[in-house]
Nanobody
Framework: QVQLVESGGGLVQAGGSLRLSCAAS????????MGWFRQAPGKEREIVAT????????YYANSVKGRFTISRDNAKNTVYLQVNNLELEDTAVYYC??????????????????WGQGTQVTVSS
Protein backbone atom coordinates (compact mmCIF):
# COMPACT_ATOMS: atom_id res chain seq x y z
CA GLN A 1 0.00 0.00 0.00
CA VAL A 2 1.04 3.55 -0.73
CA GLN A 3 -0.56 6.47 1.06
CA LEU A 4 -0.62 9.79 -0.76
CA VAL A 5 -1.47 13.14 0.80
CA GLU A 6 -1.80 16.29 -1.32
CA SER A 7 -1.44 19.83 -0.07
CA GLY A 8 -0.95 23.33 -1.40
CA GLY A 9 -4.28 23.99 -3.05
CA GLY A 10 -6.26 27.15 -2.48
CA LEU A 11 -7.97 30.17 -3.95
CA VAL A 12 -5.87 32.20 -6.36
CA GLN A 13 -6.53 34.92 -8.89
CA ALA A 14 -6.14 34.28 -12.57
CA GLY A 15 -2.50 34.62 -13.55
CA GLY A 16 -1.33 33.52 -10.13
CA SER A 17 0.69 30.52 -9.05
CA LEU A 18 0.57 27.66 -6.60
CA ARG A 19 2.84 24.79 -5.68
CA LEU A 20 1.05 21.54 -5.02
CA SER A 21 2.79 18.82 -3.03
CA CYS A 22 2.06 15.14 -2.63
CA ALA A 23 3.74 13.25 0.20
CA ALA A 24 3.96 9.49 -0.10
CA SER A 25 4.39 6.85 2.56
CA UNK A 26 4.14 3.12 2.93
CA UNK A 27 6.30 1.70 0.13
CA UNK A 28 9.50 2.70 -1.63
CA UNK A 29 8.58 5.94 -3.35
CA UNK A 30 11.21 5.63 -6.06
CA UNK A 31 9.58 2.40 -7.25
CA UNK A 32 6.57 4.35 -8.47
CA UNK A 33 5.83 6.63 -11.35
CA MET A 34 3.87 9.65 -10.21
CA GLY A 35 1.10 11.59 -11.87
CA TRP A 36 -1.16 14.55 -11.27
CA PHE A 37 -4.77 14.50 -12.39
CA ARG A 38 -7.60 16.95 -11.98
CA GLN A 39 -11.37 16.79 -11.98
CA ALA A 40 -13.67 19.74 -12.44
CA PRO A 41 -17.36 19.59 -11.50
CA GLY A 42 -19.33 17.62 -14.07
CA LYS A 43 -16.21 16.55 -15.93
CA GLU A 44 -14.15 13.40 -16.05
CA ARG A 45 -10.82 13.09 -14.27
CA GLU A 46 -8.04 14.06 -16.65
CA ILE A 47 -4.28 13.78 -16.70
CA VAL A 48 -2.33 16.95 -16.00
CA ALA A 49 1.24 15.67 -15.86
CA THR A 50 3.18 12.55 -15.07
CA UNK A 51 6.79 11.67 -14.39
CA UNK A 52 8.60 8.34 -14.30
CA UNK A 53 10.41 7.07 -11.24
CA UNK A 54 13.75 8.70 -12.06
CA UNK A 55 12.41 11.93 -13.48
CA UNK A 56 13.86 11.21 -16.90
CA UNK A 57 10.48 11.03 -18.63
CA UNK A 58 7.55 13.40 -18.33
CA TYR A 59 4.24 14.00 -20.03
CA TYR A 60 2.06 17.10 -19.91
CA ALA A 61 -1.47 17.66 -21.11
CA ASN A 62 -1.55 20.18 -23.94
CA SER A 63 -3.69 22.51 -21.87
CA VAL A 64 -0.97 22.97 -19.25
CA LYS A 65 2.24 22.81 -21.28
CA GLY A 66 4.47 25.77 -20.55
CA ARG A 67 2.50 26.67 -17.41
CA PHE A 68 2.76 23.61 -15.14
CA THR A 69 5.88 21.73 -14.07
CA ILE A 70 6.02 18.34 -12.38
CA SER A 71 9.00 17.39 -10.27
CA ARG A 72 9.88 14.85 -7.61
CA ASP A 73 12.28 14.46 -4.74
CA ASN A 74 12.79 10.78 -4.06
CA ALA A 75 14.74 11.52 -0.90
CA LYS A 76 11.70 13.34 0.51
CA ASN A 77 9.11 10.92 -0.94
CA THR A 78 7.36 13.87 -2.49
CA VAL A 79 6.11 14.89 -5.92
CA TYR A 80 5.33 18.49 -6.78
CA LEU A 81 3.27 20.34 -9.31
CA GLN A 82 4.20 23.97 -9.89
CA VAL A 83 1.23 25.69 -11.47
CA ASN A 84 1.82 29.10 -13.01
CA ASN A 85 -0.27 31.57 -14.99
CA LEU A 86 -3.45 29.95 -13.72
CA GLU A 87 -6.60 30.24 -15.78
CA LEU A 88 -10.24 29.98 -14.74
CA GLU A 89 -10.39 26.64 -16.53
CA ASP A 90 -7.77 25.24 -14.16
CA THR A 91 -10.30 25.23 -11.32
CA ALA A 92 -10.61 21.62 -10.17
CA VAL A 93 -9.72 19.12 -7.50
CA TYR A 94 -6.14 18.02 -8.11
CA TYR A 95 -5.13 14.46 -7.30
CA CYS A 96 -1.76 12.79 -7.22
CA UNK A 97 -1.46 9.13 -8.10
CA UNK A 98 1.17 6.41 -8.09
CA UNK A 99 1.69 3.81 -10.80
CA UNK A 100 3.78 0.65 -10.65
CA UNK A 101 4.11 0.41 -14.43
CA UNK A 102 5.11 2.99 -17.03
CA UNK A 103 2.81 1.71 -19.73
CA UNK A 104 0.61 2.95 -22.53
CA UNK A 105 -2.00 3.66 -19.84
CA UNK A 106 0.24 6.09 -17.96
CA UNK A 107 -1.86 9.03 -19.16
CA UNK A 108 -5.08 7.37 -18.03
CA UNK A 109 -6.54 7.13 -14.56
CA UNK A 110 -6.74 3.37 -15.02
CA UNK A 111 -2.95 3.24 -15.22
CA UNK A 112 -2.53 4.20 -11.56
CA UNK A 113 -2.68 2.03 -8.49
CA UNK A 114 -2.92 4.50 -5.63
CA TRP A 115 -4.59 7.87 -5.23
CA GLY A 116 -4.57 10.74 -2.82
CA GLN A 117 -7.68 12.44 -1.48
CA GLY A 118 -7.25 15.56 -3.61
CA THR A 119 -6.66 19.25 -3.05
CA GLN A 120 -8.94 21.98 -4.35
CA VAL A 121 -7.60 24.67 -6.66
CA THR A 122 -9.97 27.53 -7.36
CA VAL A 123 -9.03 30.27 -9.78
CA SER A 124 -10.98 33.52 -9.58
CA SER A 125 -11.20 36.44 -11.92
Amino acid sequence: QVQLVESGGGLVQAGGSLRLSCAASGRTFSNYHMGWFRQAPGKEREIVATMNWSGSSTYYANSVKGRFTISRDNAKNTVYLQVNNLELEDTAVYYCAAARLWSAAITLASGYDYWGQGTQVTVSS
